[in-house]
């Protein structure tokens, strides 16, 4: 089992796809590290060995933020965005949408589940 920043990997998939369960990793991100670390993007996880395992996590550690770093700096983020009250501070106070989003309908992910109204005709 491979655990690079804090997270398993999984061992049967290909490292390229493996590396995207980081937080703050997408696919474009796990093939270039693979091609500065000269990793083989078809190796399976279990097949890399300690050396190329190292080489990946001083990548990680120098060129890239990711998990908890991450998420503490976009959580800070949004709240500075609601200390200084501008729009979108105050859309993430409310739980709106942020991006000019309609909310008349639609808008179910972010304002959570429909609410009954009492006394309201079928």
Avoid at 23 to 36: A, R, T
Avoid at 73 to 83: F, H, Y
Avoid at 95 to 117: E, I, S, V
Wanted: aromatic share 4%; glycine share 8%; with cysteine.
């Amino acid at each position: 089992m491979v655990r690079i920043a804090g997270v398993d990997l999984p061992s049967q998939k290909k490292i390229v796809y493996a590396l995207t369960s980081i937080y703050g990793i997408g696919l474009n991100q796990s093939k270039k590290i693979l091609q500065i670390a000269n990793i083989n993007q078809d190796t399976r996880t279990f097949e890399l060995d300690d050396s190329s395992v190292g080489k990946i996590r001083t990548i990680l550690e120098e060129k890239y933020e990711v998990e908890g770093d991450l998420r503490r700096n976009i959580s800070v983020n949004i709240n500075r965005l609601i200390s200084i009250n501008c729009y979108r501070g105050r859309r993430h106070r409310q739980g709106l949408p942020l991006r000019g989003q309609r909310t008349r309908t639609n808008a179910r992910t972010r304002r959570g589940t429909k609410k009954t109204m009492p006394g309201k005709k079928k």
